[in-house]
Nanobody, 126 residues
């Protein structure tokens, strides 16, 4: 699976952005997908995940209620809708896939995914 994230940019606090993660390969629809982020000087952290069907999602407490993950399996694309953005959301955002089937959305929060996109920068100004 090859992943390519896009949609990052500069936005004011309180604004919104939607990130996309385009995947190649025939296994996208069978994979749980996750989003992670890494702020300057900090470790990479889990943002959220979505099941292969899109029926289940799971979020980090820091983004719950503000971020929404969705996917379109027909387009081999996952999305991260980010609303009410805060300066502390500034980071490079990565999409990821575990590389194994039947990975739960909760498990994505504590594992090291096998496949990563290249990352897209999100900067939130105050």
């Amino acid at each position: 699976v090859q992943l390519q994230a896009s949609g990052g940019g500069l936005v004011q606090a309180g604004g919104s952005l939607r990130l996309s993660c385009a995947a190649s390969g025939r296994t996208f629809s069978s994979q749980t997908m996750g989003w992670f982020r890494q702020a300057p000087g900090k470790e990479r952290e889990f943002v959220g995940s979505i099941s292969s069907s899109g029926g289940s999602t799971y979020y980090a407490d820091s983004v719950k209620g503000r971020f929404t993950i969705s996917r379109d399996n027909a387009k081999n694309t996952a999305y991260l809708q980010m609303n009410s953005l805060k300066p502390e959301d500034t980071a490079v955002y990565y999409c990821a896939a575990p590389g194994t089937p039947f990975t739960t959305v909760q498990a994505m929060g504590s594992m090291a995914p096998r496949y990563w996109g290249q990352g897209t920068q999100v900067t939130v100004s105050s």
